[in-house]
């Protein structure tokens, strides 16, 4: 026999939560097959089988909380046949499948009809996912399940639980309690859905850069027009260059700041104590959403980087982070951080700094309005930019030359091509 570990978690991470059992006591499974999924404060970690063979006993159950290296079930090994079917859910009456292999080889096919339309018609749901469809009130097979063999997962079930929210609420005056069986016509409704390990991680950290660091925001705007009409012009020949890979607005922002950081080190430094560390190399995050929560993946050594290679990416990251698939080397350092709230119609905000970093940039919509150019009124393609930095070690009028560099830089975009 033996034992399922929970892998060791990095030094950042403490303990983890069983998110979901993809496999039951007495299945059988093959080799690197995914057991179970711990859900971390940054990242899914997937625990594998060892060799073939099947679980004979699950000693933590999904929502409990997890140590490194602690011991999550027992397995045995075994070979497994080719020919052997994918074991089905477990039944609650353990005797009905002895008493079927009985019957006429014309009512066992009938049964498994019977079963397999069963099957279809009520979803196989994990304990904690049915937890929180039952608490909000959703049809769990209305879902979509995106586990093994269909199976509905706590992350499809906290999707439908977003996508719910995001529906207008009624309006009427009077809240009643969520234990409702039936409410009535016109009564408030209020969810209490539990916050995921990453989102509350996210919510300490912001908490913490509020009180920690003395955080400033400076703003600017800048004029689009020179780099949406070179896209305009090499969008095609781009694709077609570097295998499919688009040119998008992404690249020249991070190549821009990467300029712009080697140019003022202290916007790419941290303060560790009493100590400034001043990094002799840029690691650019890139704020991603995913459903899980913010994520902040790093371009390692982004001024080594050409612009298909960071959108390539950019673009692997986003997958990652909707299959929530990211690691946590995707996401450990970062020197300066980008996020991009324009992709969701945000027109002007203030970011919050990314601890220990002291500086994260903020693009927003580009929006068409009337600006003097050469003495003329104009229509321009403008974007409002903002920096958020830490006081204590960069000044403002560090802040605003670093801000005024970027604006130069991608409004005459050969600057970054030239290095001048």
């Known amino acids: 026999m033996t034992e399922i570990k929970a892998p060791e978690f990095p030094e950042s ?17 093959r080799r690197d097959q995914v057991l179970v999924d711990i859900e971390t404060d940054k990242v899914v970690l997937e625990v594998v089988a060892p060799a073939d063979g099947k679980l004979t006993e699950i000693l933590k159950q999904e929502g409990d909380t997890v140590l490194a290296e602690e ?11 080719d020919d052997t079917p994918a074991p089905a859910p477990a039944s609650e009456d353990s005797g009905t499948q002895a008493k079927a292999e009985e019957k006429p080889a014309e009512m066992a096919v009938e049964k498994a009809d019977a079963e397999t339309a069963n099957d279809n018609a009520e979803a196989v749901v994990s304990p904690a996912a049915r937890k929180i469809a039952d608490e909000n009130k959703i049809d769990v097979t209305r879902i979509e399940g995106t586990g093994k063999g269909g199976r509905v997962t706590k992350e499809d079930v906290l999707k439908a639980v977003a996508a719910l929210e995001q529906q207008p609420a009624p309006v009427t005056p009077r809240a009643v309690p969520v234990a409702a069986n039936e ?15 990453l989102r509350a991680s996210v919510a300490r950290r912001l908490v913490e850069a ?32 570097h295998g499919g890979t688009r040119l998008g607005f992404m690249s020249f922002f991070v190549r821009a700041s990467v300029e712009a950081l080697k140019r003022f080190p202290a916007v790419n430094a941290s303060i560790d104590g009493s100590d400034i560390v001043y990094h002799g190399y840029q690691d650019v995050g890139v704020a991603i959403s995913s459903p899980r929560g913010l994520v902040v993946p790093v371009l390692r050594d982004a001024d080594s980087l050409t612009l298909a290679e960071i959108e390539d990416q950019i673009r692997e990251y986003g997958q990652k982070a909707q299959e929530n698939k990211l690691a946590i080397d995707d996401m450990t350092g970062g020197t300066f951080t980008v996020s991009n ?49 830490d006081h204590r070690l960069i000044d403002g009028q560090e802040a605003v030359r670093f801000l005024v560099t970027i604006k130069e830089l991608l409004e005459e975009p050969a600057k970054i091509l030239l290095d001048i």
């Not at 409410?183 to 390990?197: L, Q």
């Not at 689009?224 to 070179?230: D, K, N, P, V, Y």
């Open 13 to 29: 991470i403490a303990d983890g939560e069983i998110a979901a059992w993809h496999v039951q006591v007495g299945e059988s499974v």
């Open 341 to 389: 709230g324009g992709t969701f119609g945000s027109l002007l905000s203030t970011p919050i700094l990314n601890p220990p970093q002291t500086g994260i940039l903020g693009m927003h919509k580009i929006q068409d309005r009337p600006m003097a150019v050469n003495g003329e009124v104009k229509i321009r393609p403008m974007m409002y930019l903002a920096l958020s930095y």
């Open 210 to 241: 509020q009180q920690t660091a003395a955080m400033l925001t400076t703003f600017n705007e800048v004029d689009m027009t020179a780099i949406m009409e070179l896209r305009k012009l090499y969008k095609d020949a781009f694709e077609k260059a």
């Open 183 to 197: 409410p009535a016509a016109g009564d408030r409704i209020e969810r209490r859905v539990p916050m995921t390990r």
């Open 71 to 81: 011991v999550l079930a027992h397995f045995t090994a075994g070979d497994v046949s």
